[in-house]
């Protein structure tokens, strides 16, 4: 492939970070049987911080051991070293480190509200406080900085990028009986995740219908794509 074409990545970026949403549909599930269930303040909080956990895990372990996400996998981008060799799991843990500094401060607010009792709206009261508005304000500027960079430079490196010293690439697979196997996988796995999220909207959707409210979900994954 030519060297600028692999570069083009921003597409195939849009739709794995949409799909890697669906592969965390499931763990929405849970979360919200869990909060409608349980009522025992200890449980919530560790269950604040599993949920949590999984959500960073989930990019910094696959990243770091097969260079892409679920959602990479089905859109045929991978993460490399800026050199283009393997990328090592302190560079998985760089990639996403920005979103996992600003998320501690907002999970520990949660804990601690649900251990001290405050049970609904998972430890949130139902205005919206100063440290939620500065969370949210955060994770949009930092997106903003983070599109506006990847769009800048040829070789579509986002400001976690340059902080790992990675670049994404995308890149096609020949004719061979394995590759032909892999394509199969990559199929099926984009209807399953597609299917989840409209699975999901739809669900929500009803559900605020008949509360007449904005559900509150699960939170996304902090995956930097």
Known sequence: MQEMNKHKTFGRRFWAAILDM?????MGWIDNAIWTNVKVPTILAVWLIINMAVSWLYGILLHGYYGQTV???VCQVKVLDKTEKPL???QAF???AFPIVIGIPFLFYEVKNVLGGQ???KGFPSDMNI???AFLSISLLWFLLELITMLTNKKRRAIHDY???SVVIRYEVDDSPAEKKKSLYRNVLFFILLGLLVISIFTASSKSHLTGSTPTGNKPGAVSH
């Open 22 to 26: 669906g592969v965390f549909v499931p």
């Open 94 to 96: 760089y990639r996403d």
């Open 163 to 165: 902080i790992a010293g």
């Open 119 to 121: 049970i609904a709206n």
């Open 88 to 90: 090592s799991m302190r």
């Open 131 to 133: 440290m939620l508005k």
């Open 71 to 73: 959602g990479k996998f």
